[in-house]
Nanobody
Framework: EVQLVESGGGLVQAGGSTRLSCSTS????????VGWFRQAPGKEREGVSYISNVDGSTNYPESMKGRFTISSDNAKNTVYLQMDALKPEDTAVYFC??????????????????WGQGTRVTVSS
């Protein structure tokens, strides 16, 4: 059974940092792409960052570049999201998701078959 479990959310002050973890099991980690997404109250889910565990390539939507860093530890089957210089507008539930890797780096949430339950990040001003 494929499982993804996020951790590391909580309350953070504006300007602060936090690191989210996505622990995975039930699939061959090196064959998958893992993405981080977030959903704020009343807003659509949006992509934050993506990493291919096949070759380590990463992708960030333009609006997420500069403050977020995705990384992967293949030995631990875990993907991390380092978030720096946090702003109140970063408040959201953050999800990780996994998809079988293809010839291109998958970024659409519709292409991710497996999702975690999410972890809430609240940034106070």
């Amino acid at each position: 059974e494929v499982q993804l479990v996020e951790s590391g959310g909580g309350l953070v002050q504006a300007g602060g940092s936090t690191r989210l973890s996505c622990s995975t099991s039930g699939f061959i980690f090196e064959d998958y792409v893992v993405g981080w997404f977030r959903q704020a109250p009343g807003k659509e889910r949006e992509g934050v960052s993506y990493i291919s565990n096949v070759d380590g390539s990463t992708n960030y939507p333009e609006s997420m570049k500069g403050r977020f860093t995705i990384s992967s530890d293949n030995a631990k089957n875990t993907v991390y999201l380092q978030m720096d210089a946090l702003k109140p507008e970063d408040t959201a539930v953050y999800f990780c998701a996994a998809a079988v890797a293809t010839d291109y780096l998958i970024t659409s949430p519709d292409d991710f078959a497996h999702w975690g339950q999410g972890t809430r990040v609240t940034v106070s001003s």
